[in-house]
């Protein structure tokens, strides 16, 4: 009996200390949703069910927390945006797909959406660590999109004479300047910014000669 108890307590222990790990991820991504990343620990850590103490076993400061949100989530925000990675791609799609989650506050980085791209940008200059989650992010998001455009250009959907790997830099460059840019209220007609990012894709005679 003794010899059970004693090997349970170590995996009681650990399941114990990853479900208050959870929870601060947990709370952290409604909080950073909800009022961006200037939120306060106390919030976090009220929001969670835990005290500060309990906080830094898990974390030692702020940043760290963004960075392990942004690490847990940042496959999520992708799927949001290029839909999930082991489904086809309907590139044409992709980029209406992206004003929609933008307006709706699907997309995390917006004013809907609750956490301000200049929030974000403060964080990657003060954090390495969180500079370093947010450029895998980007990689990882115009490597799953460059594929998409390969398929595309077989498909005939999309120019033959573009280059994938660049052609998705340059559009996850407007992403980041479309939200940007609707974050500080610029007057946009996001389907007509829409529309004139896809004519920059589609073949025609004149464009696509190799």
């Known amino acids: 009996m003794s010899k059970k108890n004693s090997a349970s307590r170590p995996k009681n222990r650990e399941a114990a200390k990853q479900e208050t790990h959870e929870a601060l991820i947990r709370a952290a991504t409604e909080l950073f949703k909800e009022q961006g990343l200037d939120v306060s620990l106390d919030a976090v850590c009220a929001r969670a069910g835990y005290t500060r103490g309990a906080f830094y076993v898990h974390f030692k400061d ?8 942004m690490g847990q989530i940042g496959d999520q925000v992708l799927d949001i945006l290029l839909g999930k990675e082991d489904e086809q791609q ?13 307006l709706s506050g699907d997309y995390p980085l917006s004013r809907k959406g609750g956490l301000p791209p200049h929030q974000l940008l403060d964080a990657c200059a003060r954090s390495e660590d969180i500079r ?49 840019m609707y ?18 894709l589609i073949p025609s005679k004149a464009t696509d000669a190799p």
Not at 187 to 194: I, R, S, T, V
Request: charged letters at 15%; glycine letters at 8%; proline letters at 3%.
């Open 62 to 69: 702020r940043d760290a927390l963004i960075s392990a949100v």
């Open 90 to 102: 309907d590139l044409l799609a992709l980029v209406p797909g992206f004003i929609q989650a933008l």
């Open 132 to 180: 370093i989650q947010y450029v895998q992010l980007i990689q990882k998001g115009a490597a799953r999109l460059a594929n998409a455009l390969r398929e595309g250009q077989k498909k005939g959907l999309v120019r033959a004479n573009l280059a994938p790997e660049s052609t998705a830099l340059v559009i996850v460059s407007m992403v980041i300047g479309f939200h940007t």
């Open 183 to 200: 974050d500080l209220a610029v007057p946009m007609d996001m389907g007509g910014e829409a529309h004139a990012v896809l004519q920059l």
